[in-house]
C-alpha cells in the first residue's frame, strides 16, 4: 500500500509563528499600504473602516480558512490539491495555479519600481526627484519623475529583475529555511518600521485633522447607493489583501504542521493584516492632508498616490528623507514578501506536477516569470501605444486576474465545499487535535451562502459602473 506522504517529504513549516508569519507576509502588501488608506478617504472614513473589519471577521475569515484548511488536507499543491477534494472541480486548480503565474510579473515589476525609490531615497535624492520635470517632444507638458521612469526601457527591466532574483533566492532555500526563515525576521521589522513612522508623522502640526478625516465617519453625501459601493470596495479589498484565491494560502496550508490551531492561525494572520493596513492609513491620510492643506483630491488613486504624491510629502517633512527610506523599505519588504509567496505557489506546482527538483521548477518559474514581465515593462515603454480594452499590458493582466479571475475561483470554492463535498470537509481539518471549532456556525453560514454573494457582486460591479 502507498503511504501518505509526510509533510516533512515536501518540506514545511517548523512552527505556528513561523507560518502565521509567511502567510501575514504573503497578506501584507501594496494592497495593505497604498490601496487601504486610499480606499478608507474616499468611502467615508469610518464608515469604510467599520465594514472592512466587519468583512474581515465573518467573510475574510472564512475563505482564508477554507483555502488553508484544504492546503493542510490534501497536502498538495494547488492542481493536486482541487482534484483531491473533488475530481469533476481539478479544473480549479489549474486556474489556481496561472493566476499566480500571472500575477507574479506584474507584481515583481511594480515592486521594481519601489526598489527603485528606496536606492533613490537612501541616496539623498528624494527630494530632486519629487518636483522634476521631464519635457515631453513637440509638447508644453511635462512628465513627473515616475512617468518619466516607466517609460524608459532599461532601468524599469533593470529592477524588475532584481526584484525578481531577490524573490527566488528565498524560494530556492525552501520553506522552513527560506520562507519561514526570512519572514519571522523580516515581518517584526516591518511591524516596527511602520509603528515608528505612524508615530513620526502623527506628531506633525496638523495631521490631527487628517486623522479625524481617516477615523471619523463621514456622512455628508453618503446615500444608498454609495453605501452599497462602499461595501464592494471593501469586499474587494479584503479579498486582494488577504491573498485569497491566487493559491497561496493553500499551498502555504499544506506546509503547516498537523499539531497547530487553524482557527487561532487564520485570526492571527487576520489581525496582522488588518492593521498593517490600518496604521498605514494614519500615514498616508494625515500626511498628505498635511502636505495638501486639507486637500482630499491629493489622496488620488492608483500608483501617483505612492509614487508621485506621497514623495512630494516626504520631500517637504522634516526629515523626510530618512522617513521617505523608511518608507520605502517598508514597502519593499511588504512588497517581497507577497511576491514570495507567488513564487512558491507555482514552483510547488511544477515541482509536483513535472516531478522536478526545487531548484530546477526555481529556473523555470524565474525564467517564464522574466518573459511575461518584460511584456508589462515594455507596455510602459515602447509599446506605450498598444493597449487592449484602453488598458497598458500591466493593468490588464491586474484586471483580468483580479475582477475576474479571482472572484470565478472563490466563488467556485464556495460551491465546491459548501454544496458538493460540503463544510465537513473542512470542519474536520479545522478539529483536528482541537477541541471545538468555535466559528462554525459562522463559517458554514458565510461559506453557503454570504461568500457567494460577495463574490458575484465583486464580478459585476466593474461592469456595472461602467455602465
Ligand atoms: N495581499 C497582497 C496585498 O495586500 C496582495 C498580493 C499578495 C498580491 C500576494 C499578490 C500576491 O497587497
Same mark, same amino acid.
Given at each position: 500500500?502507498?503511504?501518505?506522504?509526510?509533510? @516533512?517529504?515536501?518540506?514545511?513549516?517548523?512552527?505556528?509563528?513561523?507560518?502565521? &508569519?509567511?502567510?501575514?507576509?504573503?497578506?501584507?502588501?501594496?494592497?495593505?499600504?497604498?490601496?487601504?488608506?486610499?480606499?478608507?478617504?474616499?468611502?467615508?472614513?469610518?464608515?469604510?473602516?467599520?465594514?472592512?473589519?466587519?468583512?474581515?471577521?465573518?467573510?475574510?475569515?472564512?475563505?482564508? &480558512?477554507?483555502? !488553508?484548511?484544504?492546503?493542510?488536507?490534501?497536502?498538495?499543491?494547488?492542481?493536486?490539491?482541487?482534484? +483531491?477534494?473533488?475530481?469533476?472541480?481539478?479544473?480549479?486548480?489549474?486556474?489556481?495555479?496561472?493566476?499566480?503565474?500571472?500575477?507574479?510579473?506584474?507584481?515583481?515589476?511594480?515592486?521594481?519600481? /519601489? &526598489?527603485?525609490?528606496?536606492?533613490?531615497?537612501?541616496?539623498?535624492?528624494?527630494?530632486?526627484? @519629487?518636483?522634476?520635470?521631464?519635457?515631453?517632444?513637440?509638447?508644453?507638458?511635462?512628465?513627473?519623475?515616475?512617468?518619466?521612469?516607466?517609460?524608459?526601457?532599461?532601468?524599469?527591466?533593470?529592477?524588475? *529583475?532584481?526584484?525578481?532574483?531577490?524573490?527566488?533566492?528565498?524560494?530556492?532555500?525552501?520553506?522552513?529555511?527560506?520562507?519561514?526563515? /526570512?519572514?519571522?525576521?523580516?515581518?517584526?521589522?516591518?511591524?516596527?518600521?511602520?509603528?515608528? !513612522?505612524?508615530?513620526?508623522?502623527?506628531?506633525?502640526?496638523?495631521?490631527?485633522?487628517?486623522?479625524?478625516?481617516?477615523?471619523?465617519?463621514?456622512?455628508?453625501?453618503?446615500?444608498?447607493?454609495?453605501?452599497?459601493?462602499?461595501?464592494?470596495?471593501?469586499?474587494?479589498?479584503?479579498?486582494?489583501?488577504?491573498? !485569497?484565491?491566487?493559491?497561496?494560502?493553500?499551498?502555504?496550508?499544506?506546509?503547516?504542521?498537523?499539531?497547530?490551531?487553524? +482557527?487561532?492561525?487564520?485570526?492571527?494572520?487576520?489581525?496582522?493584516?488588518?492593521?498593517?493596513?490600518?496604521?498605514?492609513?494614519?500615514?498616508?491620510?494625515?500626511?498628505?492632508?498635511?502636505?495638501?492643506?486639507?486637500?482630499?483630491?491629493?489622496?488620488?488613486?492608483?500608483?501617483?498616490?505612492?509614487?508621485?504624491?506621497?514623495?512630494?510629502?516626504?520631500?517637504?517633512?522634516?526629515?523626510?528623507?530618512?522617513?521617505?527610506?523608511?518608507?520605502?523599505?517598508?514597502?519593499?519588504?511588504?512588497?517581497?514578501? @507577497?511576491?514570495?509567496?507567488?513564487?512558491?505557489?507555482?514552483?510547488?506546482? /511544477?515541482?509536483?506536477?513535472?516531478?522536478?527538483?526545487?531548484?530546477?521548477?526555481?529556473?523555470?518559474?524565474?525564467?517564464?516569470?522574466?518573459?511575461?514581465?518584460?511584456?508589462?515593462?515594455?507596455?510602459?515603454?515602447?509599446?506605450?501605444?498598444? @493597449?487592449?480594452?484602453?488598458?497598458?499590458?500591466?493593468?490588464?493582466?491586474?484586471?483580468?486576474?483580479?475582477? *475576474?479571475?479571482?472572484?470565478?475561483?472563490?466563488?467556485?470554492?464556495?460551491?465546491?465545499?459548501?454544496?458538493?463535498?460540503?463544510?465537513?470537509?473542512?470542519?474536520?481539518?479545522?478539529?483536528?487535535?482541537?477541541?471545538?471549532?468555535?466559528?462554525?456556525?459562522?463559517?458554514?453560514?458565510?461559506?453557503?451562502?454570504?461568500?457567494?454573494?460577495?463574490? /458575484?457582486?465583486?464580478?459585476?460591479?466593474?461592469?456595472?459602473?461602467?455602465?
Amino acid at each position: 500500500m502507498e503511504e501518505k506522504t509526510k509533510p @516533512s517529504s515536501r518540506g514545511g513549516f517548523g512552527s505556528k509563528i513561523g507560518f502565521v &508569519l509567511a502567510a501575514a507576509g504573503s497578506a501584507v502588501g501594496l494592497g495593505n499600504i497604498w490601496r487601504f488608506p486610499y480606499l478608507a478617504a474616499k468611502y467615508g472614513g469610518g464608515i469604510f473602516l467599520l465594514i472592512y473589519l466587519i468583512f474581515a471577521i465573518t467573510f475574510g475569515f472564512a475563505l482564508m &480558512l477554507t483555502e !488553508i484548511a484544504i492546503g493542510r488536507r490534501t497536502q498538495k499543491s494547488v492542481i493536486g490539491a482541487y482534484k +483531491e477534494v473533488d475530481k469533476r472541480f481539478s479544473l480549479l486548480g489549474v486556474l489556481a495555479a496561472v493566476i499566480p503565474a500571472l500575477i507574479l510579473p506584474y507584481y515583481c515589476v511594480i515592486g521594481g519600481w /519601489v &526598489l527603485k525609490y528606496m536606492t533613490i531615497f537612501a541616496k539623498g535624492d528624494g527630494e530632486a526627484v @519629487s518636483v522634476a520635470e521631464y519635457a515631453i517632444n513637440d509638447s508644453d507638458e511635462t512628465l513627473t519623475f515616475f512617468e518619466h521612469f516607466i517609460g524608459l526601457l532599461k532601468q524599469p527591466s533593470v529592477f524588475f *529583475i532584481i526584484f525578481v532574483l531577490l524573490t527566488s533566492v528565498v524560494v530556492f532555500f525552501g520553506v522552513e529555511k527560506g520562507i519561514e526563515k /526570512v519572514s519571522k525576521f523580516l515581518m517584526p521589522v516591518l511591524l516596527v518600521l511602520i509603528i515608528g !513612522i505612524a508615530v513620526y508623522t502623527l506628531t506633525l502640526k496638523g495631521a490631527g485633522d487628517g486623522l479625524k478625516y481617516y477615523l471619523l465617519p463621514n456622512f455628508k453625501g453618503f446615500t444608498f447607493s454609495k453605501l452599497l459601493q462602499t461595501i464592494a470596495a471593501a469586499c474587494g479589498q479584503l479579498f486582494y489583501s488577504m491573498s !485569497i484565491a491566487m493559491g497561496i494560502m493553500i499551498t502555504y496550508g499544506s506546509y503547516m504542521r498537523k499539531e497547530d490551531s487553524l +482557527e487561532s492561525s487564520v485570526r492571527q494572520i487576520e489581525v496582522f493584516d488588518t492593521l498593517v493596513a490600518f496604521l498605514a492609513g494614519m500615514i498616508i491620510v494625515p500626511a498628505v492632508f498635511v502636505f495638501s492643506g486639507g486637500d482630499e483630491t491629493a489622496l488620488n488613486k492608483g500608483p501617483g498616490l505612492m509614487f508621485i504624491t506621497l514623495p512630494k510629502v516626504f520631500a517637504a517633512m522634516p526629515a523626510g528623507q530618512i522617513l521617505g527610506t523608511a518608507f520605502f523599505i517598508l514597502v519593499t519588504l511588504a512588497a517581497l514578501t @507577497s511576491s514570495i509567496s507567488l513564487m512558491e505557489t507555482v514552483v510547488a506546482v /511544477v515541482m509536483e506536477k513535472f516531478k522536478l527538483s526545487r531548484t530546477i521548477s526555481c529556473f523555470i518559474v524565474i525564467l517564464v516569470t522574466l518573459c511575461i514581465g518584460m511584456l508589462s515593462v515594455l507596455g510602459y515603454s515602447s509599446w506605450s501605444d498598444f @493597449s487592449i480594452f484602453g488598458m497598458q499590458i500591466l493593468d490588464l493582466f491586474d484586471f483580468t486576474t483580479n475582477n *475576474i479571475m479571482m472572484p470565478i475561483l472563490a466563488l467556485l470554492t464556495c460551491i465546491l465545499i459548501g454544496y458538493t463535498v460540503k463544510t465537513k470537509y473542512i470542519e474536520e481539518e479545522v478539529m483536528y487535535g482541537e477541541k471545538q471549532f468555535r466559528s462554525k456556525l459562522l463559517y458554514s453560514v458565510m461559506i453557503k451562502f454570504i461568500c457567494p454573494i460577495c463574490m /458575484v457582486m465583486i464580478l459585476i460591479t466593474p461592469f456595472v459602473t461602467e455602465i
